[in-house]
């Protein structure tokens, strides 16, 4: 399968904490995406990151690829009530030039 | 800038009857999608649109969903009929080019009965 794999699948933390997603993937990419999807809305564009580059910031966001382990973390700081939702990643692949979402991830955090 | 519009929001049909879900992109974006998102699922793409040609819609059922982009701007997904299993949510998505970030509308949650 050439969708990202996120890892863990469910994550619960307490508020003010942070939480960092794993995602995996299988084939060349041109760069990967992460998206925010809240309960019942649509998804929500997080940061893309391209092939050459290793970290990228947004607010309290930071994600990091490692292309030569197919690789890429997301990580949330200060987390807040309101970060509660599915997280998914998603690799733009060679090939099909699609993006590959994987099943996302759900992240809980606690008041 | 107003973002990625769809409707309805929320459809609730009977098995074997038509539905159509529109979208409506962000201006001045070429690239136009339709996903399929299952429940505990991420989005699957249905069909990809660069201007008014369908360039990528290996993953629709042609047997019973079809789409449309006229004029290159709106578009307009069809199932007819609708089974049980077409029960999902259906996300429209629009970006300036394939490589670059997709912007998501709210989606249409179909319930065929």
């Known amino acids: 399968s050439q969708q990202g794999e996120e890892d863990p699948q469910a994550l619960s933390i307490q508020e003010g904490e942070n939480a960092t997603m794993n995602c995996s993937y299988k084939?060349?990419?041109?760069?990967l995406q992460w998206y925010r999807q809240n309960s019942g809305r649509g998804l929500v564009h997080l940061i893309l990151i391209r092939s050459n580059e290793r970290e990228k910031h947004s607010g309290r966001l930071r994600v990091t690829l490692d292309t030569s382990k197919k690789s890429s973390s997301l990580l949330i700081t200060a987390s807040r009530a309101a970060d509660t939702a599915s997280y998914f990643c998603?690799?733009?692949?060679?090939?099909?030039?699609?993006?590959?979402f994987g099943k996302g991830n759900q992240v809980v955090v606690i008041p | 800038e107003a973002g990625v519009v769809q409707s309805p929001r929320y459809k609730i049909i009977e098995k074997k009857q038509p539905v159509a879900f529109w979208c409506n992109p962000i201006?001045?974006?070429?690239?136009l999608y339709w996903y399929l998102q299952n429940l505990g699922q991420g989005p699957e793409l249905l069909i990809r649109y660069e201007n008014e040609e369908a360039v990528d819609d290996s993953q629709l059922p042609k047997d019973r969903f079809s789409a449309e982009r006229l004029k290159g701007v709106d578009s307009t997904l069809k199932i007819q009929p609708a089974e049980l299993g077409d029960s999902a949510v259906y996300l429209c998505?629009?970006?300036?080019?394939?490589?670059?970030?997709?912007?998501f509308g709210p989606g249409t949650r179909l319930l065929v009965l």
């Open positions: 084939t060349s990419i041109n760069n």
């Open positions: 201006s001045g974006h070429n690239t």
């Open positions: 998603a690799p733009f692949c060679y090939g099909s030039n699609r993006l590959a």
């Open positions: 998505a629009s970006s300036l080019d394939q490589k670059e970030t997709q912007y």
